[in-house]
């Protein structure tokens, strides 16, 4: 098993449609875990930290189930600008160098058409 | 505050030549990274930082050598540059090591190796 692993896609919604990606990791001592967006030819931006609560940021939601060993990220009312790829992010949780390292998924691409 | 700061933004090398990346933060971060992001591989760890004075390598680190010349700077080497090192170099940078926080990118040097 990949040590984070998302669906590629691409995702292709129409705008003000609902959409969710998950992402599992295989490190059952990884601690942190995050959603970053990419754009196209840019470097990717920290879109939110995941808790295992689940936290919401105005349209997007962050899921993380330990259990399962997998993260989640909800996007409601898709606008034209959350077309980007989306990477999901875990932190090594065990000592040593490893708990240095962020672990970054190969993203999933979303295309919101109008 | 420019953030992370990364130079050149790109580069073209004869395979063989040699070249630094240099990267710059001003966030008074003490752990700072090198990527590399590669279509269908995603970003992969070079060489890291936990701490001025300290680096690691990375799950990618042969052909490359790296210096912490100070908290805010860290550059990445190329000795002798190879088609198989063209790619998007990311610079990154975060509080610390084990912080459950994640790291602020440079906009990245896209590096073309002939």
């Known amino acids: 098993r990949k040590e984070v692993e998302q669906d590629p896609g691409p995702f292709n919604v129409p705008e003000g449609a609902t959409v969710a990606f998950n992402c599992t990791y295989s490190n ?3 601690q942190s875990f995050f959603w970053y967006r990419q754009d196209c030819r840019k470097e990717p931006k920290l879109l939110m930290s995941v808790y295992s609560s689940g936290n919401e940021d105005g349209r997007f939601t ?3 189930n330990r259990a399962s060993q997998y993260i989640s990220l909800l996007i409601r009312d898709s606008k034209l600008s959350d077309s980007a790829t989306y990477l999901c992010v875990v932190n090594r949780g065990y000592s040593g160098a490893g708990s240095y390292q962020l672990t970054f998924g190969k993203g999933t691409k979303l295309s919101v058409i109008p | 505050n420019a953030g992370v700061t990364q130079t050149p933004k790109f580069q073209v090398l004869k395979t063989g030549q040699s070249m630094t990346l240099q990267c710059a933060q001003d966030m008074n971060h003490n ?3 090198w990527y590399r992001q590669d279509p269908g591989m995603g970003l992969r ?4 930082s936990a701490s001025e004075g300290t680096t690691d390598k990375g799950e990618v680190p042969n052909g490359y ?13 190329l000795e002798s540059a190879a088609p198989s090192q063209t790619s998007v170099y990311f610079c990154a940078s975060r509080p610390d090591s084990n912080a459950g926080t994640g790291v602020t990118f440079g906009s990245g040097t896209r590096l073309t190796v002939v």
Do not use: D, P, T
């Not at chain 2, 050598?65 to 080497?77: C, G, I, M, P, T």
């Open chain 1, 28 to 30: 059952s001592a990884s």
């Open chain 2, 31 to 33: 752990s700072m990274y």
């Open chain 2, 65 to 77: 050598n790296v210096s912490r010349l100070n908290k805010r700077e860290f550059s990445l080497r």
């Open chain 2, 45 to 48: 760890l070079i060489y890291y």
């Open chain 1, 62 to 64: 962050a899921q993380l």
